[in-house]
C-alpha cells in the first residue's frame, strides 16, 4: 500500500469517525428519509458541479445505466437510508461499531466472489478485528431483550453486509470507471428514489431546512461526509485489495466512539479500548507486509 492511498484512509477515517455523532444529533433536528434525500442529492450536485468544471462527460453510457442503478440502490437504499433509521434508536458511537462488521462479510464475499484469496495473515487480522468489536459489543450481548434499540443494532449488522455487498459488486463491475461519476449517479439515483417516499411519508416544515446552523451542518454532512469521502473510498477499492480495504478503516468506530465520548457524551468503557486496541492489531496484522526472511538475508 503506498503513502498515497494509507494518506486518503488517514483522512477518510477522520471525516467518518468525527461523521456519525454529527448525523446522530442531526436526527433530532431533520427527519430522517427527507434528511438522508437531502444529504445525496446535495452531495450529487455538489459532485456535478466539480465533474463539470473538471471538463470530464457526466452523463454515463446506455450500457452503464442498469449497473449504475443497481449499485444506487444498495448503496442507498440498503446502506445510507437503513442506517439512518436504524441509528435513530441506537447511540452513534455503537452505530458505527455494527455497522463495521462488514469487512467480516467482505472477506466471505471477496473470496468468493473476486478470487481475493483469504490468507493466513488476513485471517488472523479479520480475528482481531473481530475480537475487537465483540469486546465492544460484550455488554451488549448479556442484556439482550426485544425492544426498538435491538431492532436497530439488528438493522445496522444488517447494514455492515449491505455494504459488502455493495463494495464487492463496484470493485467486480467499476474498477476502472471514473470514481467520480459512478459517485455522482449513485447519488442523485438512490437520493431520488428516496426523496419521492420521503415527500408521501414525512411532514415538510421548511424553518428547519432554512436555519443557518442547520444548513451548515447538513453542507458538511453531505458534501465532506458523503459526497467527497464516497469518491475517496470508491478510489481507495481500486487501488488496494478489497479486504485490506476493508479492515483498514476498521479505525474508523473507534473514532467515533471516542468523538462520541467527548462531544456526545456516550460511554467509553476498558470493553471499547480493548477492544480498540484489537481493531487497531487486526489493521496492522492485514495491512503491512511481512517479508519472510530466509538465511541469504541474514549478514554475519
Not at 7 to 30: D, H, M, T, Y
Not at 225 to 253: K, R
Request: with cysteine; proline share 3%; glycine share 8%.
Amino acid at each position: 500500500m503506498n503513502m498515497k492511498t494509507v494518506g486518503a484512509i488517514a483522512v477518510l477515517c477522520l471525516i467518518w469517525g468525527s461523521l456519525w455523532g454529527l448525523v446522530k444529533f442531526s436526527l433530532q433536528i431533520f427527519p430522517p428519509f427527507l434528511f438522508i434525500a437531502a444529504r445525496l442529492i446535495l452531495a450529487g450536485l455538489t459532485l456535478l458541479v466539480v465533474q463539470r468544471m473538471l471538463g470530464k462527460s457526466i452523463l454515463p453510457a446506455r450500457e452503464d445505466w442498469n449497473k449504475l442503478i443497481i449499485s444506487s440502490l444498495m448503496l442507498c437504499v440498503g446502506f445510507y437510508a437503513a442506517q439512518t433509521f436504524a441509528m435513530q434508536f441506537v447511540d452513534s458511537g455503537l452505530s458505527a461499531v455494527l455497522v463495521f462488521t462488514m469487512p467480516i462479510f467482505i472477506a466471505v464475499l471477496a473470496h468468493y466472489i473476486l478470487n481475493e484469496h483469504l490468507s493466513r495473515q488476513k485471517i488472523l487480522g479479520l480475528v482481531f478485528g473481530a475480537l475487537g468489536l465483540i469486546s465492544i459489543l460484550w455488554p451488549q450481548l448479556h442484556h439482550i431483550h426485544m425492544n426498538l434499540a435491538l431492532l436497530g443494532q439488528g438493522m445496522l449488522i444488517g447494514v455492515g453486509f449491505m455494504w459488502a455487498l455493495t463494495t464487492v459488486y463496484m470493485k467486480k463491475h467499476f474498477a476502472s470507471y471514473d470514481k467520480l461519476k459512478l459517485t455522482i449517479w449513485q447519488m442523485l439515483l438512490g437520493g431520488g428514489l428516496i426523496l419521492i417516499g420521503a415527500l408521501i411519508l414525512e411532514p415538510v416544515h421548511l424553518n428547519v431546512w432554512t436555519t443557518p446552523f442547520n444548513v451548515s451542518i447538513l453542507f458538511y454532512i453531505s458534501v465532506i461526509g458523503t459526497g467527497a469521502s464516497f469518491v475517496m473510498w470508491n478510489w481507495i477499492v481500486s487501488q488496494v485489495d478489497t479486504f485490506v480495504a476493508s479492515i483498514s478503516i476498521m479505525s474508523i468506530p473507534v473514532l467515533s466512539l471516542i468523538f462520541g465520548y467527548v462531544f456526545w457524551h456516550e460511554p467509553l468503557t476498558v470493553n471499547i479500548l480493548i477492544g480498540a486496541v484489537l481493531i487497531l492489531s487486526g489493521i496492522v496484522c492485514s495491512s503491512v507486509k511481512i517479508r519472510s526472511f530466509k538465511t541469504s538475508d541474514v549478514i554475519s
